[in-house]
């Protein structure tokens, strides 16, 4: 072939292959016709269960980002195992603090109830996610949809490795868990903005507070980290039962999270770090004051984040049912 179509060839699709998120074999209008009904589905489920709940737009965006990191976006995370001699996906410590995935049965379920056996759990979980961020003040992002869900349960051991550590470095976070699904840096820095939503258990900072001690804090820090050594003692006594807002307005995703770090409030070693890393700081002002950026960027993190490993065709199924194979 003539190498100059080639070329021209490649320049004309290049854009579409990898901005728009296809050439995963996922499409903005999968369900068109097999469920037309599908987002308004998801939408006024979230929008029912987020006035009964506020915290639930937090919950099923961290629960979006573990489905994906561990072995691609495939509803594993969504699956009760009950055979008691295999450790399954959940059991990983660095699951605590998981929740609300009934409510993404109880949204498939409506779902089957219209359009039996078409959509997946992946992509409900994924649209419910987006819906989360949506109402809770949010950007409204398009993703693209089509994703299968496994066939096989995922393990403990995958969860441990593919999950970060609580006191994971901003320079592992970016290399080892934001690379693969070709997250750029400043998009890495935009996703951390999720931590504009929800919460955190003593559990997700005590690592942070007792183990990385060679990490100096600022003094803008040194007040708060007080503040937080006296709720979560050392002794584990409140590890699993004191929690914290991420920032101050823990249900409306806003741009406050950025100034929040850079007050030297960070919560999660990893907000504290981006305020204080000169490389990450400038991205971490530009979202502090500039929301509507902060919005751009997550959308463009998201989508892909929310691609990273789907199955399409058959190397996936659907699931009837979100909690079992
Ligand atoms: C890669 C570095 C990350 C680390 C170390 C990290 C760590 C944590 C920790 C420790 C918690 C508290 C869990 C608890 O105790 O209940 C948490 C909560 C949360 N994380 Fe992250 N996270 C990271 C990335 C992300 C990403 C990429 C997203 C989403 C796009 C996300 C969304 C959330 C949300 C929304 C919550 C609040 C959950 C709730 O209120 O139930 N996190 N994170
Ligand atoms: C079909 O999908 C496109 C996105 O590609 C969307 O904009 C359009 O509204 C959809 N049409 C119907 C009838 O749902
Ligand atoms: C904290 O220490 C662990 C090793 O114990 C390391 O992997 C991690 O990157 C450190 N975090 C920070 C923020 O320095
Ligand atoms: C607190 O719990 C962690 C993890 O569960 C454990 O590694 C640590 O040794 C415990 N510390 C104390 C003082 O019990």
């Known amino acids: 072939m003539d190498l100059k179509i080639v070329f021209v060839t490649f320049l004309f699709f290049y854009p579409f292959i990898f901005v728009n998120g296809q050439g995963n074999g996922l499409s903005f209008n999968y369900y068109n016709k097999t469920c037309p009904q599908l987002e308004k589905i998801i ?14 737009a937090a919950a099923v965006l961290r629960l979006v980002f573990h489905d ?5 976006c495939d509803g594993s995370v969504l699956l009760d195992i009950k055979d008691k001699n295999h450790q399954a996906e959940l059991d990983s410590p660095k699951n605590f603090g998981i929740r609300n995935r009934e409510l993404v049965d109880q ?3 409506k779902v089957e109830a219209v359009c039996p056996q078409q959509v997946s759990c992946a992509d409900v979980l994924v649209l419910a996610g987006r819906d989360g961020v949506a109402i809770a003040g949010g950007p409204n992002i398009n993703v693209p949809l089509g994703r299968k869900d496994t066939k096989i349960p995922h393990t403990k051991q995958q969860a441990d490795v593919g999950l970060p550590r609580n006191n994971v470095d901003l320079a592992k976070a970016v290399e080892v868990f934001f690379k693969e699904a070709g997250i750029t840096y400043e998009e890495t820095i935009a996703i951390l903005g999720a931590h504009t939503l929800g919460v955190t258990h003593c559990d997700g900072i005590m690592d942070r507070l007792y183990v990385n001690k060679t990490v100096s804090n600022p003094k803008s820090e040194v007040e708060f980290v007080k503040y937080l050594k006296k709720k979560c003692p050392k002794d584990n006594s409140t590890r699993f039962t004191t929690q914290f807002d991420l920032d101050p307005t823990p249900q409306t995703f806003d741009n406050k999270y950025f100034a929040n770090i850079l007050s030297g409030h960070g919560v999660i070693s990893l907000d504290a770090e981006i305020a204080r890393d000169p490389k990450s700081i400038g991205y971490v002002k530009k979202f502090a004051n500039d929301q509507e950026a902060f919005f751009r960027v997550f959308s463009s993190g998201f989508v ?3 691609t990273l490993g789907v199955l399409t065709g058959d ?10 194979l």
């Open 43 to 56: 939408r006024d489920s979230m929008t029912s269960a987020i006035k009964k709940d506020p915290g639930t």
């Open 68 to 72: 994906c990191q561990v072995g691609g």
């Open 107 to 109: 949204i498939k379920s």
């Open 304 to 306: 892909k984040l929310s």
């Open 315 to 324: 190397k996936g199924i659907i699931r009837k049912q979100c909690n079992v």
